[in-house]
């Protein structure tokens, strides 16, 4: 499954030395904060006590007077030119140029160590999934910043004529009566939408992590709660109950969302917390044609401690909000090799709260409603797994 394939003459061979240096940072300061972790666990506590320091404010700058800095620095620095010569060779990729802007950046911060910790585990992670910065598009097309609960995107497999269409659908409380459709992003920004479909009522929906694919609408029905779906090109509805779906866990950040939709490379997902599992997340893949569960995933993640989640190549992606500005990709489970971890790659938030956050496959971007606003995000995944076995590169 290849959410991103480089170019045949892609220098891999440098990424790959750039990688190895990265992990071999990572590992020093891993060793290094772990023992500086035990250290200063205990003076925190004692400066906490005495109220001059709460262990969160001193916890972010463990490593900064005791990394082994200025050789991390001349690494950083080497990795660096290394990213530079290979911009200058093919100045048209957009990652390297990426990620080299994000080194800088992240250089400029020096202030605390964990900005630079967390350039580490940034070049590190990277090589696996990295989220660029927030493109914040528009408020909605209400315009009207109340409406905070909703969701926009594009079809994740669309129909022929509708393949750079655009959807909207915002309202001010977590339900679903309605949904605009645009031509292009251009019409969606203007505000100028060629279909306004309105749900029959008996088929309102709720919870906001609805998707349009295939020219199909799939959300969350109350009554009877379950997986509703409506196909536009035929205006037929359907619906599913899952039974051991419960009503009762929703996102951190906003209430009924219970059933959570999602599309990748491989077709349709849905996600749910059980009682059964205590509100742990469970992963069920949708046979698309049927509309009924083909296979399910427990995963030990528990759902109101996340604030969404979305599925790529198969692996699901959940999120939970670090600080004011910060929301960070903390979980992934894996449905191919049923192996979950725990990871950190962290993105910045335009607005405080999203009620939908979803990944399109058909362009690699995550697609956010957060307060009301329109927002996406790039994302780069490695896909260099291959290649690194394979014989070095030649250039043309
Ligand atoms: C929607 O209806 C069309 C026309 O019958 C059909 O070809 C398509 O598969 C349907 N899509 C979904 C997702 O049900
Ligand atoms: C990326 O792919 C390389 C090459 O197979 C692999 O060694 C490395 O572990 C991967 N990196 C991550 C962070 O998954």
Partial sequence: CDAFL????????????????????????????AALHQKLHHYLQVTARAGTVSPEDGGQCITRHHTDKPFIIFQVTAMEETLTRLEKTYDKNVVLATRREYIKVQMQLEECERPLFGLISFIFLSLSLCVGKPVVSHLNAHLNAGYKFGGWGRDSKPVPDRESMYWYSGYTSSSIVDIRFYTNYNSLILRNHFQHHNLHSGWYGTGNNFIIRDNTLYYQINSPFGLAKLNFTTMRYESRVIAKASTRFSYANSPNQNFDFAADETGLWVTYA????????????????????????????????????????????????????????????????????????????????????DYNPTDQKLYMYNDGYYVNYHLWFNHTTKATVAPPYRRT
């Fill in 274 to 357: 059980t009682a059964e599992s205590s509100g742990r997340m469970v992963i069920a893949k949708i046979n698309e044609p049927s509309f009924g569960v083909e296979e399910e995933w427990q995963t030990s993640v528990f759902k109101p401690g996340v604030n969404n989640a979305f599925m790529v190549c198969g692996v699901l992606y959940a999120v939970r909000t670090v600080d004011i500005q910060t929301d960070e990709i903390f979980y992934k489970y894996d449905t191919r090799t049923r192996q979950e971890s725990y990871i950190s790659v962290p993105f910045v938030r335009f607005q405080e709260k999203y009620s939908n956050l």
């Fill in 6 to 33: 480089p170019g045949s003459t892609f220098p891999l061979r440098d990424l790959v030395v750039v990688e190895q240096t990265a992990v071999e940072i990572y590992h020093k300061l891993e060793l290094e904060a």
